[in-house]
Nanobody
């Protein structure tokens, strides 16, 4: 099991930037890969981005391409979601999640950090 704690959310104006962090703890972190998800008000949870624990493989959802990137820092056991050119539709609660490498399902989730994009 992996314990995850997100931070870095807040209020930002349209066009602004935020960096979300997800600190992970557990005995076998290098066996896991990480995902970022969000839940907008009144909507289903959706995938935002993926990063392998090594940081060698990353990808983001189409809605985030060109604006968001994901990265990892193994020494800090932390993964990041870098968000630029934020839009009002990016508002929501952002979660990081962990899955065992090779699995399709994410089993461990953080508590989420809220992001509000508004002027």
């Amino acid at each position: 099991q992996v314990q995850l704690v997100e931070s870095g959310g807040g209020l930002v104006q349209p066009g602004g930037s935020l960096r979300l962090s997800c600190a992970a703890s557990g005995r076998t972190l290098n066996s896991y890969d990480m995902g970022w998800f969000r839940r907008a008000p009144g909507k289903e949870r959706e995938f935002v981005g993926f990063v392998s624990w090594s940081g060698m493989l990353t990808y983001v959802a189409d809605s985030a391409k060109g604006r968001f990137t994901v990265s990892s820092d193994n020494y800090k056991s932390t993964v990041y979601l870098h968000m630029n050119s934020l839009r009002s539709e990016d508002t929501g609660v952002y979660y990081c999640a962990a899955k065992r490498r090779g699995n399709s399902q994410y089993d461990d989730w953080g508590q989420g950090t809220p992001v509000t994009v508004s002027s």
